[in-house]
């Protein structure tokens, strides 16, 4: 913390361009941490339902629910195989021990009878309220999925492998139909004497009407129809899952199913959906569970509005069910059952995610939209550090603000926000928007890169012509450089540029160009004196900041020339002969050699190379042997130094013809 102190406390300016960051969106909100407090799909924060916990039943999950005319709530649990009763006053008894791993399913006569389906050996078993338990039938089943009670009493179960819906009888099992895939998972009565049952597998819902007739009613995308729920109307709504694996898409979803067609109304990306229930009552009244992050969700009808209404500590939703006094759900890896209250929690949190302004910065105010009922309350405090995970180095939460107002937490990097909304459980506040501002501490440009080279133009096509290949570029002049810079700026200032020039050697430096505005400057060096120089470039934010403020980097090149005059050429004829040698020497007067070349009689130019081998030097000797026929020729000798300047000499050379006998 005292590093910290001491860096803020260098700072001396901070730059003039304010930022914002704004979230009103469940994609900014959904990034954040909420405890106590839901989401809606608007963008909305509020306080969650209560969540009570009515009962642990010290069993690893709860598998299956369902209730009596009494009143009374039944769970089938696992890892035990255990069914117990949960009284409208809460209390807790066990009713069943069976000798199983689960009880997967469950249903309740009008008398009172339960029956429970229970894994790995697929038994049906009766628990009336006056006589001990026993064995109704045995499948012939490894999974009983589902119960439910058809046309006339008769119990019906969904079974795995092997996909099949049986008609339950005490002692009997009669196959009704068999799906094309491994395992139907849930059942439910359509109203007119049939099913609507959902399969694992291939995702398909079928419908089986009350003469047993079946149909596929839709093919769900996903690979498993884990959950089906009737809304108003007799629609039908449809809860698929992809399961675990190792898609790079998994998801869940819900398909609202009308009129023989089907169509999505909701997704989500979990790999896992297990509860779908229609509630009655509630603006939303689809209640949706996901993933084992236990997550509850409410959607309307349509699925245009979604709640994310609370995430389950320790547990995730297996199964739900509405029951006069509520609902209720039952979870897994801890083997609890929960109701829904209607009223609110009397305290919700918000903590947003981190946000990085890029730079030590200076906070500014903290302004949000919200509406806030008698009996609410919304509190916002921030914090802020170094670091991009909050830690002890972090400064401490500041003291909460209860209207909009200005941000008190140090400068630093990074800010967090913190939403507390509170309540008397009767109604809830709702925030709707966040806004912070901030302005960074004003950093100096960073010239990263300077370069100087010959400067090439393009051609462009002429006028009325079409266009032409890119070409490679020509000199448009000798003597005329492109000079390009790099530069960063850590605020994302705007910029303005200076160059300057001076020779090698000396300390003062001579302004080429002011005020430029792009990262690079066409240079024509003709009323610069041939030698060797360096260029800076500064760059400032001038353009974005008082003069007070600006910041300025710069960057000094490497050593380069200007060289305007061409190389000089000596060299002597040695003719012995139609035999000729010709000797001499190039130089250059302030920068390297770069070839020599010579023509004979206007022919092609041949390539000369020094004495020494190598031309990387100011002054290099030749020697070029030539073979002539008799007669006067001209020889050209055109030098090239490094910067491209051209010296041109001509040398006559006579050769006689040979003597006579």
Not at 75 to 99: C, Q, W
Not at 509 to 524: F, Q, R
């Amino acid at each position: 913390m005292a590093g910290m102190l001491l860096l803020l406390a260098c700072w001396t300016a901070f730059a003039s361009t304010t930022f914002f960051w704004r979230e009103d969106t469940y994609e900014a909100f959904s990034q954040g941490k909420r405890e106590g407090v839901s989401l809606s799909r608007d963008g909305e924060l509020s306080l969650a339902p209560k969540l009570e916990l009515v009962a642990d039943l010290g069993e690893l999950y709860v598998w299956s629910m369902a209730s009596d005319a009494e009143g009374n709530l039944y769970a089938g649990t696992g890892n035990e195989g255990k069914v117990f009763r949960i009284s409208s006053d809460g209390k807790v008894e066990l009713i069943f021990d069976s000798p199983e791993v689960g009880i997967q399913s469950l249903a309740v006569d009008g008398r009172g009878t339960v029956y429970a389906g229970s894994s790995p050996d697929g038994v049906v078993y009766r628990i009336p309220p006056d006589r001990p338990p026993s064995v109704f039938c045995r499948t012939g089943k490894q999974y009983v999925w589902a119960l439910a009670f058809g046309e006339g009493g008769k119990l019906y179960a969904a079974t795995g492998p092997g996909g099949a819906l049986l008609r339950v009888e005490e002692g009997k099992a009669e196959e009704v139909f068999r799906a094309p895939e491994d395992n139907l998972v849930c059942l439910l009565p359509d109203g007119d004497g049939g099913f609507y049952a959902g399969g694992a597998g291939k995702g398909l819902v079928y419908h089986v009407d009350a003469r047993g007739r079946t149909r596929v009613l839709y093919d769900a995308p996903e690979r498993e129809v884990h959950a089906l729920t009737l809304g108003n109307g007799g629609v039908l709504y449809v809860g698929a899952m992809s399961g675990e694996g190792e898609e790079a898409q998994t998801r869940c979803a819900v398909y609202r199913v009308e009129g023989g067609l089907a169509r999505p109304i909701w997704r989500f990306k979990s790999p896992l959906l297990l509860t779908l229930n229609f509630l009655q009552s509630g603006e939303l009244p689809l209640l949706v569970g996901t993933g084992k992050e236990g997550e509850l969700h409410l959607l309307s009808s349509d699925g245009k509005r979604h709640l994310h209404l609370a995430r389950m500590e320790g547990g995730y939703p297996l199964c739900a069910l509405e029951v006069e006094r509520g609902v209720y759900v039952g979870t897994g890896d801890l083997g609890k059952v929960y109701r829904l209250e209607r009223a609110y929690v009397d305290t919700g949190r918000f903590t947003s995610r981190v946000y990085d302004s890029g730079a030590p910065s200076r906070w500014g105010r903290v302004m949000w939209n919200a509406r806030s009922p008698k009996g609410t309350e919304v509190l916002l405090r921030t914090r802020s550090g170094n670091t991009e995970e909050p830690d002890e180095t972090w400064n401490d939460w500041s003291k909460p603000l209860r209207k909009p107002g200005p941000i008190t937490s140090p400068p630093a990097r990074f800010l967090q926000y913190q939403i507390v909304l509170r309540s008397d459980g009767k109604k809830t506040p709702i925030v709707r928007k966040v806004v912070l501002s901030g302005v960074q501490a004003n950093l100096p440009p960073e010239v990263r890169a300077l370069s100087i080279g010959p400067y090439r133009a393009e051609r462009g096509p002429g006028e009325g012509q079409p266009p032409q290949p890119k070409p490679r570029g020509v000199p448009a002049k000798r003597g005329v450089f492109l000079v390009r810079w790099e530069v960063e700026d850590p605020n994302g200032d705007r910029m303005s540029f200076r160059l300057l020039i001076r020779p090698v050697g000396e300390k003062e430096w001579k302004v080429l160009e002011d005020e430029l505005t792009a990262p690079s400057y066409v240079w024509d060096t003709e009323t610069t004196a041939d030698g060797e120089y360096e260029l800076k470039v500064e760059a400032s934010d001038l353009p974005s900041n008082p003069p007070d403020v600006a910041l300025t980097g710069e960057r000094i090149s490497r050593p380069f020339f200007v060289d305007h005059a061409a190389p000089h050429i000596e060299a002597e004829v040695h003719a012995d002969g139609h035999k000729v040698r010709l000797e001499g020497r190039v130089w250059d007067e302030t920068t390297p050699l770069k070839g020599l070349s010579y023509a004979v009689d206007s022919g092609k130019w041949r390539v000369v190379l020094p004495e020494d081998g190598v031309w990387d030097s100011r002054e290099e000797r030749f020697s070029i042997e030539l073979s002539l026929e008799p007669g006067g020729h001209w020889v050209v000798l055109r030098a090239l130094d490094l910067m491209e300047n051209a010296g041109v000499r001509r040398v006559r050379v006579e050769v006689r013809p040979p003597r006579g006998p």
